[in-house]
């Protein structure tokens, strides 16, 4: 039998955009559920953060370039930040959960998922800032 990785890949993205929710809807269950996905999202944005200072830094390598400034700071800052923000899922969820109980359905692989997308996007947006000066910066370079 022939292994498939495209597809083996495709089932593992699945698996982490599309969880199961928690089985229980009690508040220590719940929050199992979102601690037991933490792990992944900080190797998914931390991932995307990587590829955000690679890209960024052979940008400032191109001619005319654009500034690079590279703080640990302000990466710590933001993997903190990024985690205080996730924490909010599990607070929201559990809240809803007590508001309503079993009458709505969970909304934690939601609020994971919606999370998830906008921190990896959040992540990959000083290359969009980076490219837009390098535009900027190469017009003027070739106008001067």
Do not use: Q
Request: proline residues 6%; glycine residues 12%; neutral net charge.
């Amino acid at each position: 039998m022939e292994s498939d990785p495209i597809g083996g890949a495709m089932m593992m993205i699945g698996d982490i955009l599309f969880p199961n929710a928690a089985a229980r809807r009690s508040a220590l269950s719940i929050l199992g559920w979102w601690e037991a996905r933490r792990g992944t999202f900080n190797l998914i944005v931390g991932g995307t953060g990587l590829v955000t200072l690679l890209v960024v830094r052979l940008m400032s390598l191109i001619p005319p370039g654009v500034p690079f400034m590279f703080d640990w700071r302000v990466v710590v800052a933001y993997g903190l930040l990024a985690n205080v923000c996730y924490s909010f899922g599990f607070m929201l969820e559990t809240l809803l959960a007590r508001l309503w109980g079993d009458e709505v359905a969970p909304v934690g692989p939601t609020l994971f998922r919606h999370g998830l997308v906008f921190s990896v996007g959040l992540t990959l947006l000083p290359i969009g800032v980076a490219w837009v000066g390098y535009l900027f910066g190469a017009v003027k370079w070739l106008l001067s």
